[in-house]
């Protein structure tokens, strides 16, 4: 029993370690979800003139996103995800689809 433990132990301290090693990376994986599926979306809808449902099914993963917006005037893509809120804009024929600061 105590030989369990101490490898649980050891097993919890790599564990750690290595999210301590990863800890940018970890941070940044929740912008991103909506980041991808904002620029996606737009490109799909906005650059390949698909339809809106088509694209929805494009872009889904299996984590979901909270929030989605099709701003259809402005060619606009707002979708919120894990906390975090990205947004992609249209910028012309030429330019397709950007991330939005």
């Not at 906005?46 to 701003?71: H, I």
Request: charged share 20%; glycine share 8%; aromatic share 12%.
């Amino acid at each position: 029993m105590k030989l369990f433990k101490r490898i649980l132990l050891v097993l919890l301290l790599v564990l750690l370690g290595w999210i301590w090693h990863e800890r940018e990376a970890l941070w940044a994986f929740p912008d991103i979800i909506s980041a991808y599926t904002a620029k996606e979306y737009c490109s799909c809808r906005y650059v390949m003139n698909n339809d809106a449902e088509y694209c929805r099914g494009y872009v889904k993963q299996w984590l979901p996103t909270s929030g989605f917006t099709d701003d259809a005037v402005s060619k606009t893509v707002t979708v919120s995800g894990m906390g975090r809120s990205n947004s992609a804009g249209w910028t012309g024929e030429h330019q397709g689809c950007r991330l939005q600061p």
